[in-house]
């Protein structure tokens, strides 16, 4: 957890990478930090794993994902997002 924080106060391109596989963590108190630290770097090249990270089983990531999505003015949609979720 304290590895996602630190990343997540980094807010570094060359922190993407970790950050994409701490969503992927077990706990998901770790894939919200993870989801909105990438909303905060903005790199639009993780839109696709975000728009995944909205289909997540907490609600919690699923709503960091969205707002990350937000943050990063990706151009995704609510109907993508809702898609998204669907499957």
């Known amino acids: 957890l304290s590895v996602a924080s630190a990343l997540a106060?980094?807010?570094s391109e060359a922190a993407i990478p970790t950050l994409l596989k701490l969503l992927e963590d077990?706990?998901?108190?770790?894939?919200?930090?993870?989801?909105?630290?990438l909303g905060k770097i903005g790199n639009k090249t993780v839109t696709p794993v975000l728009l995944k990270a909205s289909e997540d089983q907490d609600s919690?990531?699923?709503?960091a994902a969205a707002e990350a999505l937000a943050d990063i003015d990706s151009n995704v949609t609510i109907l993508?997002?809702?898609?998204a979720q669907k499957g």
């Open 60 to 63: 919690q990531v699923r709503l």
């Open 80 to 83: 993508d997002l809702s898609n």
């Open 9 to 11: 106060n980094l807010g």
């Open 26 to 37: 077990e706990d998901s108190h770790v894939r919200c930090i993870a989801a909105k630290a």
